[in-house]
């Protein structure tokens, strides 16, 4: 009964966590902007707009990676106490976690007053989540999907890792001055899929495969940027 309890609650947070894995990539890490590179009735022309109507590339891409340490405290059970202690000769967390998403499009340049463009984009995450014994310990878990269940077998238990992908297409319309923007609407349609996985004791392994699609409306107003922005899964 204990086992089938443990089972349905691991099952349940790691739902959880997986969906909050995934609203982390609700939206792109990077911020497309137009090349003053544009074309338009009287051909090329470098950072000009000498014409009504101008087009030209839409890029954008970024990286992120980072690494962080949490010494775990001590068990609710150990001290009676609602608010833990830290204990030096205790367990560590270290979570690892590498993203980097990217896109090419177009974009219209208008009167020099409006722009539009659409941009498909796509990316990935990779996140590990690694038990140590102690803060100098080194444990470094590749941050790759396990290509077979042999490699699973140097996990500890806790460890976890979470494996997405996610790609779509952007459309955005601005009117402003030049190329600040004074009010902004963006609208994407976007894919995902998750892969995540926990040891959750020594002989067993815990997989969770999501997929979900996106609809992604925002609205941003005034040179300070004031935003809103609507999610439909």
Excluded: C
């Excluded at 219209?108 to 140590?132: D, Y």
């Excluded at 190329?179 to 994407?188: A, G, K, M, Q």
């Excluded at 699609?213 to 941003?220: D, H, P, V």
């Amino acid at each position: 009964m204990k086992t089938i309890l443990f089972f349905f609650i691991s099952i349940l947070s790691f739902e959880l966590y997986s969906q909050v894995e995934f609203l982390d990539t609700v939206t792109t890490i990077n911020s497309p902007f137009q090349l003053p590179i544009r074309y338009g009735a009287s051909g090329f022309s470098f950072n000009d707009t000498p014409d009504n109507i101008m087009v030209g590339p839409a890029v954008g891409f970024a990286i992120l990676g980072d690494k962080t340490l949490y010494n775990l405290p001590v068990k609710i059970s150990e001290t009676g106490n609602l608010i833990s202690q830290i204990r030096n000769d205790g367990s560590w967390m270290q979570i690892r976690k590498h993203r980097y998403d990217g896109g090419v499009g177009i974009a219209a340049l208008v009167a020099t007053h409006f722009n539009a463009a659409l941009i498909p984009f796509m990316g990935a995450k990779q996140q590990i989540i690694r038990i140590k014994s102690s803060r100098d310990e080194v444990v470094d878990l590749s941050l790759a999907i396990p290509a077979s269940l042999k490699e699973l077998e140097s996990w500890r238990v806790g460890d976890q890792g979470t494996y997405q992908t996610y790609g779509g297409v952007e459309a955005l319309v601005a009117a402003g001055v030049g190329v600040v923007n004074i009010i902004r609407e963006t609208i994407s349609f976007q894919n995902q899929f998750i892969l995540s996985i926990r040891k959750i004791s020594e002989k067993n392994i815990l997989f969770a495969i999501a997929e979900e699609k996106l609809k992604r409306s925002e609205t941003a107003i005034g040179p300070l940027i004031s935003t809103a922005s609507l999610y439909l899964f």
